[in-house]
T-cell receptor, first 115, second 110 residues
Framework: NAGVMQNPRHLVRRRGQEARLRCSPM?????VYWYRQLPEEGLKFMVY????????ESGMPKERFSAEFPKEGPSILRIQQVVRGDSAAYFC?????????????FGQGTRLTVV | KNEVEQSPQNLTAQEGEFITINCSYS?????LHWLQQHPGGGIVSLFM???GKKKHGRLIATINIQEKHSSLHITASHPRDSAVYIC????????????FGAGTILRVKS
């Protein structure tokens, strides 16, 4: 049973390009969370999704950022027209339904560098 | 004031020392997690607590629900324990997402 899989592990984009980060949850998990870790800062919640539905996007910047978790395939975090301030580590975590007392399962993260 | 406060921010210890990292939070929670992150690495879950105490190898985690406080202890510390240790809480108040402390940077010298 593979853990939470994120790809790519490292992503370099020029300013103005688009970044697509992928997250495949653990088998049997239908809920996905995205978190961002800015340099020298702690982890911050971005968005919580279940299949075909956004549950909570209160941590997502209002512009340029979007997330989806389709019925088939991985969850995608998309950043349009990237800027240097988007450089960060982006972590995905997954959980089964009724997750209030479940372990936290994280991916290895995607380290985005905007040049 | 952050919802989750950790102390200390930085900690340097000599190999073999007993280490304690503290975490305080401000709302009722359903679970508290201790996480470990090595430089440039992923995030590994060490413990999930909703009450009492858990032990895994040289690591011990305790939680006091009434005082809204948890501690992570490392006995007989080793240089490979050097990492960032992060406390995170899950609460219905936050919509069941994790809210994180700022992390404690631990360096164990040989």
């Amino acid at each position: 049973n593979a853990g939470v899989m994120q790809n790519p592990r490292h992503l370099v984009r020029r300013r103005g390009q688009e970044a697509r980060l992928r997250c495949s949850p653990m088998k049997g998990h239908s809920h996905v969370y995205w978190y961002r870790q800015l340099p020298e800062e702690g982890l911050k919640f971005m968005v919580y999704l279940q299949k075909e539905n956004i549950i909570d996007e209160s941590g997502m910047p209002k512009e340029r950022f979007s997330a989806e978790f389709p019925k088939e395939g991985p969850s995608i975090l998309r950043i349009q027209q990237v800027v240097r301030g988007d450089s960060a580590a982006y972590f995905c975590a997954s959980s089964p339904p009724f997750q209030s007392r479940t372990e936290a399962f994280f991916g290895q993260g995607t380290r985005l560098t905007v040049v | 004031k952050n919802e989750v406060e950790q102390s200390p921010q930085n900690l340097t210890a000599q190999e073999g020392e007993f280490i304690t990292i503290n975490c305080s939070y401000s709302v009722g929670i359903s679970a508290l997690h201790w996480l470990q992150q090595h430089p440039g690495g992923g995030i590994v879950s060490l413990f999930m607590l909703s009450s009492g105490k858990k032990k895994h190898g040289r690591l011990i985690a305790t939680i006091n629900i009434q005082e809204k406080h948890s501690s992570l202890h490392i006995t007989a510390s080793h240089p490979r324990d050097s990492a960032v240790y992060i406390c995170a809480v899950r609460s219905g108040r936050y919509g069941n997402k994790l809210v994180f402390g700022a992390g404690t940077i631990l360096r164990v010298k040989s």
